[in-house]
């Protein structure tokens, strides 16, 4: 079993940046590979970053250059750090956790950027 508890959503202007947290429990977590998706209303769910339990990164076209994800194994905690936020990044942002068939998800945190 893994908690996933996600933290640092806000409200920002546009152009502003955030960094968002996700620490984790419950397992190991240097093995799982994880994962922030975005949820808006009406939209599908969309993967926006991904680290591997190697550290390698993929990210969602329209983030690219902009969020960087990362890992800090010791602390067992995931970030997303986001800059040059567009109002159209308004979601709530998940963090999951993988690996094989298992996949965990936190509460979400509410990223609103607007004027």
């Known amino acids: 079993q893994v908690q996933l508890v996600e933290s640092g959503g806000g409200l920002v202007q546009p152009g502003g940046s955030l960094r968002l947290s996700c620490a984790a429990s419950g397992s190991i977590f240097s093995m799982y590979a994880m994962d922030w998706y975005r949820q808006a209303p009406g939209r599908q769910r969309e993967l926006v970053a991904a680290?591997?339990?190697?550290?390698?990164?993929n990210y969602a076209r329209d983030v690219l250059g902009r969020f960087t994800i990362s890992r800090d194994n010791a602390k067992n905690t995931v970030y997303l750090q986001m800059n040059s936020l567009k109002p159209e990044d308004t979601a709530v942002y998940l963090c999951?956790?993988?690996?094989?068939?298992?996949?965990?998800w936190g509460q979400g945190t509410q990223v609103t950027v607007s004027s």
């Open positions: 680290i591997s339990s190697l550290e390698t990164t």
């Open positions: 999951s956790a993988r690996s094989g068939s298992r996949h965990y």
